[in-house]
């Protein structure tokens, strides 16, 4: 097969050297001129006030335009790019908001406690992520064995739940906020889906009370072995709390119930958290257990909700 064009190859040059030349007349042509003064100077203070003197007859430019309505705007964009800095920045921010957000913690065993989550919906304020324990794997001896022995004399071993949050409105005056919570946990055959119902009502001045309610199912399944075969139970668990906040002091009291099917009364607990500086807060519990002995604990650390 052959390709060939009108011009043909002998004229190649010819027409390289006439489109130098146009181009070279063009440019020329869009050359300014430099500045020549005229031939009878003019006195400094003459031309000072000719130039600062606007004819009567010069159209008024900004006439019809209202300021107020001017796209100020603009004077952020960067003329040599024609990029907004600002919105791009935003709009950074919010394509990391709505991707994956990982986070990971060494623990003291050797293993890395991992989470990942990413927004679904802002509609609901629907989430999804993974909480997961990766296990590393001993690269020496001593490695090994010092990962044997933080661990009760086993290898550490990879685990990993996944779950999923949706935060909903109320019903008017009866609850302020629906949450439902739903996590699965494959390694340990456990699952569990809950529910709560909120109500916020504000006492006076800085202090407020919410009241909350909560429904949780959580199944438990076992692995089968031979003779016997794996079955799976079911617990159900309701419980009712009330909390007590001091905006200005950071001064928390809650007191509540909970009452499962493993459990044939309601056990009651009250405690207390105070926020000491951003994200960190003292708390302390007393609570009753199905035992009949009181369950105590005291708790420190960092704590952000999102």
Do not use: C
């Not at 869009?30 to 031309?47: G, H, K, L, N, Y």
């Not at 629906?178 to 456990?190: C, I, K, Q, Y």
């Not at 309601?266 to 958290?273: I, P």
């Amino acid at each position: 097969m052959e390709f060939s064009t009108g011009f043909g190859w002998t004229r190649l040059p010819l027409l390289a050297a006439a489109f130098i030349l146009g181009s070279a007349l063009t440019l020329q042509a869009q050359i300014i001129p430099p500045f020549s003064p005229p031939a009878a100077a003019v006195p400094d203070d003459e031309e000072a006030e000719t130039a600062e003197a606007p004819s009567v007859n010069d159209p008024d430019i900004m006439k019809g335009i209202d300021v107020d309505k001017l796209d100020w705007s603009q004077l952020a964009v960067d003329a040599g790019t024609g990029i907004d800095p600002m919105a791009a920045k935003q709009r950074a921010q919010a394509a990391a908001r709505e991707g994956l957000d990982w986070s990971s913690n060494p623990n003291a065993n050797g293993s890395s406690a991992v989470t990942v989550k990413q927004s679904v919906s802002s509609f609901w304020d629907t989430r999804i992520g993974a909480d997961m324990t990766l296990a590393s794997e001993p690269r020496t001896m001593s490695e090994l064995l010092a990962q044997k022995a933080t661990n009760g004399g086993n290898l550490p071993q990879s685990s990993g739940s996944a779950w999923a949050t949706a935060t909903a409105p109320g019903a008017g005056a009866i609850w302020d906020k629906t949450a439902v919570e739903a996590r699965v946990d494959p390694g340990a055959e456990h699952s569990k889906i809950g529910a709560s119902l909120t109500k916020s009502v504000p006492l006076s001045g800085d202090t407020s009370l919410t009241l909350q309610n909560g429904y949780n199912v959580n199944q438990q399944g076992t692995t089968a072995v031979p003779g016997l075969g794996g079955y799976v139970t079911r617990n159900y668990e309701t419980d009712q709390s009330a909390k007590v906040t001091v905006t200005d002091t950071g001064t928390s009291i809650v007191a509540g119930q909970t009452l499962s099917t493993n459990d044939d009364k309601w056990l009651r607990k009250v405690g207390a958290e105070q926020k000491l500086f951003d994200n960190v807060t003292v708390s302390g519990s007393v609570g009753e257990t199905s035992q009949g002995t009181l369950n105590k604990s005291v708790t420190a650390g960092f704590k952000k909700s999102w």
